[in-house]
């Protein structure tokens, strides 16, 4: 079974509920996911805007999470630590947690990346996606993404 990650509020290429961006209430989406591989001893997460006009924007840094865990709730508070395992990194706001979409212009792309690792970040809180990046590098056993599009009226 391959790894897969998904949302019960939007669907792949869909459009993400206003609810979770910055023109409603910006509180993360519900997350699910599952086929984690064998060996898989942490779970981490970004979610980056590819569109954005300074480059690649990222939303959302997750790591450290218990590979036990099959999804994220709706509404993950913006803390260090992750109720249940895991921490939250710094976003490109420079804020901890979950930062929503909010495209200045047209229909931007958000890619939710899941991974499956075979070992722990070692990382502190408020770490970067550079951060985990670098420190899960060779360390990758599996990945999935979840791509949802958002446009401001």
């Known amino acids: 079974m391959p790894l897969t990650i998904r949302s019960p509020v939007f669907h792949e ?3 993400i509920p206003a609810r979770y961006t910055c023109d ?20 981490a997460i970004t979610c ?26 709706e509404g993950v508070p913006p803390t260090p630590e ?20 909010c495209p200045p212009s047209g229909t931007h792309r958000y890619v939710f990346t899941l991974y499956a690792l075979d070992s722990p970040s070692g990382l502190p ?14 360390h990758v056993l599996g990945q999935a993404t979840l791509t949802g599009t958002y446009s401001r009226r």
């Not at 395992?85 to 706001?93: E, H, I, S, V, Y």
């Open 13 to 15: 290429g869909g459009s």
């Open 24 to 43: 409603g209430e910006d509180v993360s989406p519900p997350l699910e996911w599952s086929g984690v591989p064998k060996g898989a001893n942490t779970l």
């Open 48 to 73: 980056d805007d590819p569109d954005a006009p300074s480059g690649l924007w990222v939303h959302w840094v997750v790591f450290d999470l218990p590979p036990s865990v099959t999804g994220l709730p």
């Open 82 to 101: 992750i109720s249940g395992g895991g921490r939250q990194g710094k976003n490109d706001f420079r804020k901890i947690g979950y930062g929503g979409p």
């Open 125 to 138: 809180a408020g770490a970067t996606r550079q951060d985990l990046l670098a420190a899960t590098e060779n």
